[in-house]
């Protein structure tokens, strides 16, 4: 029987039975994930606090973001999805030291989100300005019109909207020419064009604000807080205009959009009927508010709200449930077929589940459940229906309807437009160059294990980072920038210098499915199919895996052997890729330089590669 | 042996460079002038949209009920103690928040109002500093101000 190179003596000792749904201890949890191709061929670490887990991720740009995870996610998406195994150390805390170090990482996490928020913003600015300049800005002729992405307005206008155009309705919808009418006794006989006409001006008086570089100042501790962008305001307006425009003509959902389901998966009665009846009459009081909010995206509200008000109508007529499609088809990602039958059964307890809210009671929360849970039974049952795999990844958590709208530049001249893009982009500029000072990924000293000992040593250590009276309930300071900056070294660190109480592993899908299968089948004959790509069971190999021949993680003194035949069928997909490249773009050579390349450290008893199960789904239970 | 020395040690250098989790990101543009418009540009930019959208399989409602609350909590305690106190941004984030978590109308949700409240006990507010935003907040309604009450009383 094989056994892990690396942690070998721990893992037999402390290897528990862990079902998925198993839950974490209060405490501290300090968390190693062992390395795989492609997203992180080092390790990653992690903290968690009770179900919360924290990371810091290398993002594009170059930087570590944090991320708050929970962790029956974080685990599926680990061990399953990337085949990887987590292993954790766990230290119990008192109450007022594990709230002061969950509070600082929340911290962390709201401050870094509030700056990379603002950071989307200037760069949608900087966008919309250089779209609407052209490729000459300071030639002569006009500003033109640029496209802008806008959420809701797709439910009506999939094919894009242009707010210039005049929209002409055949078949009125009922629901909305009556709410028009209340709107209109509600706030008078011309409001819906007063409130058009009021948006456009507003939309061509719209300006940039200037931005003053000299007084940006990001910084880690602060929360950067700023009135919505030009590109979010003008976006915005352009909702709400749609969503005027779609009332005052009456306009009914791209049929698409919206969901009949089978009577027989989504039973209906009286009851359900007055309840929706009910909720309806709530939803259209909570939309003839809206165009007097508060708030600047009222718009996005309404063009959903409308929707699902006319989803509501359909259903009480027809007697069948229907909702508003929550269907987003970026990509396809077919669904593993080992969790077809498991995501039948789970979309079916997540309707009952969701059915459990059909009270009078009935908000919009309750609602979205039953509006999730309507989609995926359906997304389930058509699947079914057209002989493929059901594409779960599609179906959203809430409605979106994004669609392109023309986006008329305001009315200026061209000089203006571009002193505003040249004010931006230095503001823009100087931004990048801060959170890089602030966030940026260091090669040596600042890294996923590193960062975490240095919030950690921050949260404990007070203000001057001289209070050391709270770290010895943690243990010694580990030096997050001596060895302890790889992930595994790290993990060994914390072992050595903290209170661990106890530890557990989390095998990844391949050595669990191995674990769970020796007591079925022979356990030689399992190793043997089990341990390589062409006879596997438990893995498929894909395109987003390089090619290899023999999985090396469950091996020892036989990786290095394992580690020829895998650098042998990296080298060759290597050579074929070479011939290839005016065919393919170079994508069989890349593929096989990086299978070259993660077959390396498997010929000194390193291991790295692991293959990946993509297609597979996390299927949240409430 | 040096050789497999250096061999070993530059295996293990390749492990700190490609230490720590690539995030998934596009850095897709949002915007396309008219002449330029294609429908790659197009999917790029609803992915980048739908980023910060999780697919419905993969979070619990409850889960995100809380977290959304939290969030509110957190949020509200840092904003009401941050110099700068534009109610714009404020409004506009938790909207962000909401529309994350699946609620598109923040402000028929009594849920939000609690935690608003919430977060100004959390950020321990004085009373007229706590009177004043409550009432910035609660567009003259009873039941927001009740619910925001609420959150801080308890």
């Given at each position: 029987?094989?056994?892990?190179?690396?942690?070998?003596?721990?893992?037999?000792?402390?290897?528990?039975v862990?079902s998925?749904?198993?839950?974490?201890?209060?405490?501290?949890?300090?968390?190693?994930?062992?390395?795989?191709?492609?997203?992180?061929?080092?390790?990653h670490?992690?903290?968690g606090?009770?179900?919360?887990?924290f990371h810091f991720q290398?993002?594009p740009?170059?930087w570590?973001?944090?991320?708050r995870?929970?962790?029956?996610e974080f685990r599926?998406?680990y061990?399953e999805?990337e085949n990887?195994t987590?292993?954790?150390?766990?230290?119990?805390?008192?109450?007022?030291?594990e709230?002061?170090?969950?509070?600082?990482f929340?911290?962390v996490?709201l401050?870094?989100?509030?700056?990379?928020e603002r950071?989307?913003a200037?760069?949608a600015?900087?966008?919309?300005?250089?779209a609407?300049l052209?490729?000459?800005?300071d030639?002569t002729?006009?500003?033109?019109?640029a496209e802008?992405?806008?959420?809701g307005?797709?439910?009506?206008f999939?094919?894009g909207?242009?707010?210039?155009?005049t929209?002409?309705?055949?078949?009125?919808a009922q629901?909305?020419?009556?709410l028009a009418?209340?709107?209109?006794?509600?706030?008078?006989?011309?409001f819906?064009?007063?409130?058009?006409?009021?948006?456009q001006q507003e939309?061509?008086q719209?300006?940039?604000?200037?931005l003053?570089?000299?007084?940006?100042?990001?910084?880690e501790?602060a929360?950067f807080?700023?009135?919505p962008?030009f590109?979010?305001?003008?976006?915005?307006?352009?909702?709400a205009?749609?969503?005027?425009?779609?009332?005052?003509?009456?306009?009914?959902p791209?049929p698409?959009?919206?969901?009949?389901?089978?009577?027989?998966l989504?039973p209906?009665?009286?009851?359900?009927?007055?309840?929706?009846?009910?909720?309806?009459?709530?939803?259209k009081?909570?939309l003839?508010?809206?165009?007097?909010?508060?708030r600047?995206?009222?718009?996005?509200?309404?063009l959903v709200?409308?929707a699902?008000?006319?989803?509501?109508?359909?259903?009480?007529?027809?007697?069948?449930?229907?909702?508003?499609?929550l269907r987003e088809d970026?990509?396809?990602v077919?669904?593993h077929?080992?969790q077809?039958?498991?995501?039948a059964?789970?979309?079916?307890?997540r309707?009952?589940?969701?059915q459990a809210g059909?009270?009078?009671?009935?908000e919009e929360w309750?609602?979205?459940r039953?509006e999730?849970a309507?989609n995926l039974i359906?997304?389930?049952?058509l699947?079914k229906?057209?002989q493929?795999s059901?594409?779960l990844?599609?179906?959203?958590?809430?409605?979106?309807?994004?669609?392109s709208?023309?986006a008329?530049?305001?009315?200026q001249?061209?000089?203006?437009?571009?002193?505003?893009?040249?004010?931006?982009?230095?503001?823009?500029?100087?931004?990048?160059n801060?959170m890089?000072a602030?966030?940026g990924y260091q090669l040596v000293g600042?890294?996923c294990?590193s960062?975490?000992?240095?919030?950690?040593?921050?949260?404990l250590?007070g203000?001057?980072?001289?209070?050391?009276?709270?770290y010895?309930e943690?243990?010694?300071?580990?030096?997050?920038?001596?060895l302890?900056l790889i992930?595994?070294?790290?993990?060994?660190?914390?072992?050595?210098?903290?209170?661990?109480?106890?530890?557990?592993?989390f095998?990844?899908r391949r050595?669990r499915l191995?674990?769970q299968?020796?007591?079925?089948a022979?356990?030689?004959?399992?190793?043997?199919?089990?341990s390589?790509?062409?006879?596997?069971?438990?893995?498929?190999?894909?395109?987003?895996?390089?090619?290899?021949?023999?999985?090396?993680?469950?091996?020892?003194?036989?990786r290095p052997?394992?580690g020829?035949?895998?650098?042998?069928?990296?080298?060759?997909?290597?050579?074929?890729g070479?011939?290839a490249?005016p065919f393919?773009?170079g994508a069989?050579?890349h593929?096989g330089?990086?299978?070259?390349?993660?077959?390396?450290?498997?010929?000194?008893?390193?291991?790295?590669r692991?293959?990946s199960?993509p297609?597979?789904e996390?299927l949240?239970?409430? | 042996?040096f050789?497999f020395q250096?061999?070993?040690?530059?295996?293990l250098?390749?492990?700190?460079?490609t230490?720590c989790?690539f995030?998934?990101?596009?850095?897709?543009?949002m915007?396309?002038?008219e002449?330029?418009?294609?429908?790659?540009?197009s999917s790029?930019s609803?992915?980048?949209?739908?980023?910060s959208?999780?697919s419905a399989?993969s979070r619990?409602?409850?889960t995100?009920?809380?977290?959304?609350?939290?969030?509110?909590i957190?949020?509200t305690?840092?904003f009401?103690?941050?110099?700068?106190?534009?109610?714009?941004?404020?409004?506009?984030?938790i909207?962000k928040?909401a529309?994350?978590?699946?609620?598109t109308?923040w402000?028929?949700?009594?849920?939000?109002?609690?935690?608003?409240?919430?977060g100004?006990?959390k950020?321990?507010?004085?009373?007229?500093q706590?009177?004043a935003?409550?009432?910035?907040?609660?567009?003259?309604q009873t039941?927001?101000?009740d619910a925001?009450?609420?959150g801080?009383?308890?």
């Amino acid at each position: 029987m094989h056994k892990p190179a690396k942690f070998t003596a721990l893992q037999l000792w402390l290897l528990l039975v862990c079902s998925l749904t198993s839950e974490l201890a209060l405490g501290l949890d300090y968390l190693y994930i062992n390395a795989n191709e492609g997203s992180a061929s080092g390790g990653h670490a992690a903290i968690g606090f009770d179900q919360e887990i924290f990371h810091f991720q290398h993002v594009p740009t170059g930087w570590l973001r944090i991320v708050r995870e929970e962790f029956p996610e974080f685990r599926f998406r680990y061990t399953e999805r990337e085949n990887r195994t987590i292993y954790r150390h766990h230290l119990e805390l008192p109450g007022p030291t594990e709230s002061r170090l969950r509070e600082s990482f929340n911290r962390v996490l709201l401050i870094e989100d509030s700056q990379y928020e603002r950071l989307e913003a200037l760069q949608a600015d900087e966008r919309l300005l250089t779209a609407w300049l052209g490729q000459y800005p300071d030639d002569t002729q006009p500003i033109q019109s640029a496209e802008i992405l806008a959420k809701g307005v797709g439910i009506f206008f999939p094919e894009g909207w242009n707010p210039q155009q005049t929209i002409r309705t055949t078949n009125p919808a009922q629901t909305l020419l009556e709410l028009a009418e209340d709107l209109r006794k509600q706030y008078g006989p011309d409001f819906i064009s007063q409130t058009t006409e009021q948006l456009q001006q507003e939309l061509q008086q719209l300006r940039p604000e200037p931005l003053d570089v000299k007084a940006l100042q990001l910084k880690e501790d602060a929360l950067f807080s700023s009135k919505p962008a030009f590109s979010e305001r003008y976006t915005e307006s352009l909702q709400a205009l749609a969503a005027l425009q779609v009332l005052n003509n009456a306009l009914a959902p791209e049929p698409s959009k919206l969901i009949h389901l089978n009577p027989t998966l989504a039973p209906w009665d009286k009851q359900t009927a007055q309840t929706l009846k009910v909720y309806r009459a709530k939803l259209k009081n909570q939309l003839l508010a809206m165009p007097q909010s508060n708030r600047s995206d009222w718009g996005f509200s309404l063009l959903v709200g409308m929707a699902r008000l006319i989803a509501l109508d359909e259903s009480l007529v027809r007697n069948q449930w229907v909702v508003l499609s929550l269907r987003e088809d970026e990509r396809s990602v077919a669904l593993h077929p080992d969790q077809l039958d498991e995501a039948a059964t789970w979309a079916k307890l997540r309707w009952q589940s969701a059915q459990a809210g059909l009270t009078q009671a009935l908000e919009e929360w309750g609602y979205v459940r039953l509006e999730q849970a309507a989609n995926l039974i359906h997304e389930i049952e058509l699947a079914k229906r057209e002989q493929r795999s059901p594409n779960l990844r599609a179906i959203k958590f809430s409605p979106i309807g994004a669609a392109s709208v023309v986006a008329s530049p305001p009315e200026q001249d061209k000089a203006e437009l571009l002193a505003y893009l040249q004010n931006r982009q230095t503001y823009l500029a100087e931004f990048e160059n801060q959170m890089g000072a602030l966030y940026g990924y260091q090669l040596v000293g600042r890294n996923c294990a590193s960062e975490i000992f240095r919030q950690i040593d921050l949260s404990l250590k007070g203000e001057d980072q001289n209070d050391i009276q709270l770290y010895p309930e943690v243990g010694e300071p580990v030096d997050g920038a001596g060895l302890a900056l790889i992930p595994f070294l790290a993990f060994e660190s914390v072992r050595l210098n903290w209170h661990v109480k106890t530890s557990e592993v989390f095998p990844s899908r391949r050595l669990r499915l191995l674990t769970q299968s020796e007591t079925q089948a022979n356990p030689y004959w399992l190793q043997l199919r089990e341990s390589n790509v062409v006879t596997a069971q438990f893995y498929r190999w894909h395109s987003g895996d390089s090619i290899f021949l023999i999985f090396s993680d469950d091996l020892s003194w036989l990786r290095p052997i394992a580690g020829g035949f895998n650098l042998a069928s990296g080298l060759g997909q290597t050579v074929w890729g070479l011939f290839a490249v005016p065919f393919d773009g170079g994508a069989n050579l890349h593929k096989g330089a990086i299978g070259f390349l993660m077959s390396l450290p498997e010929l000194v008893f390193f291991n790295i590669r692991k293959g990946s199960n993509p297609e597979l789904e996390y299927l949240a239970t409430d | 042996m040096f050789k497999f020395q250096s061999f070993f040690l530059l295996v293990l250098a390749a492990s700190i460079l490609t230490a720590c989790s690539f995030s998934e990101s596009s850095t897709s543009s949002m915007v396309s002038s008219e002449s330029s418009k294609s429908s790659s540009a197009s999917s790029e930019s609803l992915g980048k949209l739908l980023g910060s959208t999780s697919s419905a399989s993969s979070r619990s409602s409850e889960t995100q009920k809380q977290t959304y609350e939290r969030k509110v909590i957190d949020y509200t305690a840092e904003f009401v103690t941050s110099s700068k106190g534009d109610l714009q941004a404020y409004r506009a984030k938790i909207s962000k928040i909401a529309q994350d978590a699946g609620i598109t109308n923040w402000e028929a949700d009594r849920g939000t109002y609690v935690s608003i409240g919430k977060g100004m006990r959390k950020a321990e507010l004085s009373q007229p500093q706590f009177d004043a935003f409550r009432q910035s907040l609660s567009d003259n309604q009873t039941w927001k101000l009740d619910a925001i009450t609420e959150g801080f009383g308890k």
